[in-house]
């Protein structure tokens, strides 16, 4: 059997390791904390640094092909894992979202829209760029960011300094508000030889910028549907992408939508597919990974996905006796609060099926 390996040993990593060992492959994962969520349950898992080239490489060197479950995974480490084996997606999708600057950049390039922005490294260039994005407006951080964590919204001037502490001075990207009727989100699987499986939208809603909800698929009009399509086939086409990704939208209303940013990767928008649709996220990014032709993205129930966060995780025995209701547990050793411990999925009515 092939052998595929996971960079990363997170909830993604261990789903998609679940869905990659139902296809018959053996799954390897890397990650620098031991007894991950994802190692757990790896044919093999590796706990070394991600700076630990050495280890990386004969990591990589045992498997037919290397993917990453998250975007922040050092570029130096994916690098050296492509020069040992195949490399999907590539480090062009990394390189392109790990930065938010140069993430709106390409969105823009590609033909999709995203809120007005502009970088800012100091103090002073905060106060500067201000003048031209205009309160409301959000500063983050342009690396490593993830759950609304490294962000501050700025109301007026007299927010300037406090944002940029929020930021801790880091070189950050400053973003008009987007005054959006709603979030939506489209994920899409993309094949070695370039097909494309775009899955329905899904509607989300964020508290405290966290994802606590989807519903989908989502209820919009077609003209909203075809211009999410062209976004993402647009996007997948640009990053030259190999498996899965996702773009978080804001529906401006009308058709019209803004990109707000792109996962590389399955996303928790899209963990209703695994539930709802004929092939999930998680099998769809194996397949591509292994060069197999992608499923059907197509949906066959409506599905309601909420998260567990922190506490929320307490009533699993509960969620566990809901008969229409599939219950995801992520099996992390503690309980944090704002920490995604699980998800749990509530099918609906079947959807009628789309020629
Ligand atoms: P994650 O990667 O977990 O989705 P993140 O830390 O990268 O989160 P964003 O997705 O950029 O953060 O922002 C989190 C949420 O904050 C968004 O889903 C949206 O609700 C809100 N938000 C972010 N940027 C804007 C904006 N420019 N205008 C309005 N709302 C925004
Ligand atoms: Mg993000
Ligand atoms: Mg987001």
């Given at each position: 059997g092939s052998v595929i390996g996971i960079l990363g040993g997170g909830q993604l990593?261990?789903?998609?390791?679940?869905?990659?060992?139902?296809?018959?492959?053996?799954i390897h994962v890397y990650d620098p904390a031991p007894d991950s969520p994802a190692g757990r349950i790896a044919a093999?898992?590796?706990?070394?640094?991600?700076?630990d080239a050495g280890?990386?490489?004969?990591?990589?060197?045992?498997?037919?092909?290397?993917?990453?479950?998250?975007?922040?995974?050092?570029?130096?480490?994916?690098?050296?894992?492509?020069?040992?084996?195949?490399?999907?997606?590539?480090?062009?999708?990394?390189?392109?979202t790990q930065d938010r600057v140069t993430e709106k950049t390409f969105i823009r390039e590609a033909g999709a829209g995203t809120a007005d922005f502009?970088?800012?490294?100091?103090?002073?260039?905060?106060?500067?760029?201000?003048?031209?994005?205009?309160?409301?407006?959000?500063?983050?951080?342009r690396r490593f960011g993830y759950d609304g964590k490294g962000q501050a919204?700025?109301?007026?001037?007299?927010?300037?300094?406090?944002?940029?502490?929020?930021?801790?001075?880091?070189?950050?990207?400053?973003?008009?508000?987007?005054?959006?009727?709603?979030?939506?989100?489209?994920?899409a699987g993309r094949g070695l030889d370039?097909?494309?499986?775009?899955?329905?939208?899904?509607?989300?809603?964020?508290?405290?910028?966290i994802l606590r909800e989807t519903i989908a698929p989502a209820v919009v009009d077609a003209a909203t549907q075809a211009e999410a399509e062209r976004i993402a086939r647009a996007l997948g086409e640009g990053m030259d992408h190999v498996g899965v990704f996702a773009v978080e939208l804001f529906d401006l209303g009308g058709g019209k939508l803004l990109v707000n940013e792109i996962a590389p990767r399955v996303h928790n928008t899209g963990h209703w597919t695994m539930d709802a649709c004929a092939c999930g996220q998680f099998e769809q990014h194996m397949r591509a990974v292994a060069g197999?032709?992608?499923?059907?993205?197509?949906?066959?129930?409506?599905?309601v996905m909420t998260n567990l966060i922190g506490h929320d995780v307490d009533a699993w025995e509960t969620l566990a006796g809901e008969s229409d209701a599939r219950l995801h547990l992520y099996?992390?050793?503690?309980?944090?609060?704002?920490?995604?411990?699980?998800?749990?999925?509530?099918?609906?009515p079947p959807v009628k099926p789309v020629a």
């Amino acid at each position: 059997g092939s052998v595929i390996g996971i960079l990363g040993g997170g909830q993604l990593g261990r789903m998609l390791a679940t869905a990659g060992a139902e296809l018959g492959f053996d799954i390897h994962v890397y990650d620098p904390a031991p007894d991950s969520p994802a190692g757990r349950i790896a044919a093999r898992a590796y706990c070394a640094p991600w700076d630990d080239a050495g280890a990386v490489g004969s990591f990589a060197a045992k498997c037919d092909a290397v993917t990453y479950e998250f975007e922040n995974v050092p570029l130096a480490a994916v690098e050296t894992a492509a020069s040992a084996a195949p490399l999907r997606p590539g480090t062009r999708s990394l390189a392109l979202t790990q930065d938010r600057v140069t993430e709106k950049t390409f969105i823009r390039e590609a033909g999709a829209g995203t809120a007005d922005f502009a970088a800012v490294a100091s103090l002073d260039e905060l106060k500067a760029a201000l003048q031209t994005i205009c309160a409301p407006a959000i500063l983050k951080t342009r690396r490593f960011g993830y759950d609304g964590k490294g962000q501050a919204v700025i109301r007026s001037e007299a927010d300037l300094d406090a944002a940029w502490d929020a930021v801790g001075g880091q070189p950050s990207i400053l973003e008009a508000m987007v005054n959006f009727t709603r979030e939506l989100s489209v994920v899409a699987g993309r094949g070695l030889d370039g097909t494309m499986a775009v899955y329905p939208l899904g509607e989300n809603r964020h508290a405290g910028g966290i994802l606590r909800e989807t519903i989908a698929p989502a209820v919009v009009d077609a003209a909203t549907q075809a211009e999410a399509e062209r976004i993402a086939r647009a996007l997948g086409e640009g990053m030259d992408h190999v498996g899965v990704f996702a773009v978080e939208l804001f529906d401006l209303g009308g058709g019209k939508l803004l990109v707000n940013e792109i996962a590389p990767r399955v996303h928790n928008t899209g963990h209703w597919t695994m539930d709802a649709c004929a092939c999930g996220q998680f099998e769809q990014h194996m397949r591509a990974v292994a060069g197999w032709p992608l499923g059907r993205p197509s949906a066959h129930s409506q599905a309601v996905m909420t998260n567990l966060i922190g506490h929320d995780v307490d009533a699993w025995e509960t969620l566990a006796g809901e008969s229409d209701a599939r219950l995801h547990l992520y099996g992390k050793r503690e309980t944090r609060d704002g920490r995604k411990m699980g998800h749990v999925t509530r099918l609906g009515p079947p959807v009628k099926p789309v020629a």
